[in-house]
């Protein structure tokens, strides 16, 4: 093993431990913050949660830049499972729920409209709009097929 390789390696476990570090701490405030919104059905704390999170992803991004890296393939998968089981809770309890509250259901659809949306500003930032189209419809090309 050269001195480069090692260096190497000390740098991805770096920025491992930061990532790891830094949503323990913003994601972990940012669940609690949500989830006792939504149990209080409080738009404040609610509201600082999605905050927070979002947040989390910002110094992620951050963490990334920092260490002129991108996004690893699993942190992508984890973060659209996530993001799809989180959807799918806040629907089926929105559904079945008989006395589901009003501003939980506001505070649901804000959350994942602003998540959604700041996904998005990511992706024409850090592609450009012709990048994002082009990702977004060669996936949707080879979904279908052709």
Do not use: Q
Not at 1 to 27: F, K, S, Y
Not at 107 to 136: E, S
């Amino acid at each position: 093993m050269n001195a480069n390789d090692r260096t190497n390696r000390i740098a991805r476990l770096e920025r491992r431990l930061a990532v790891m570090t830094h949503w323990g701490l913003v994601g972990s405030f940012g669940m609690a913050f949500l989830l006792s919104g939504f149990s209080a059905s409080d738009w404040t704390c609610g509201l600082l949660g999605y905050a927070l999170l979002i947040g989390g992803f910002v110094g992620h991004v951050l963490i990334n830049h920092y260490f002129d890296s991108d996004f690893h393939a699993g942190e992508v998968a984890l973060g659209l499972v996530l993001f799809g089981l989180f959807a799918l809770v806040f629907v089926s309890t929105a559904l079945f729920t008989p006395d589901y509250s009003r501003v939980n259901l506001g505070l649901g659809l804000a959350g994942f409209t602003v998540m959604a949306l700041v996904l998005a500003l990511y992706l024409i930032i850090r592609y450009g709009t012709r990048g994002t189209w082009n990702m977004v419809h060669s996936l949707w090309y080879r979904r279908a097929g052709k």
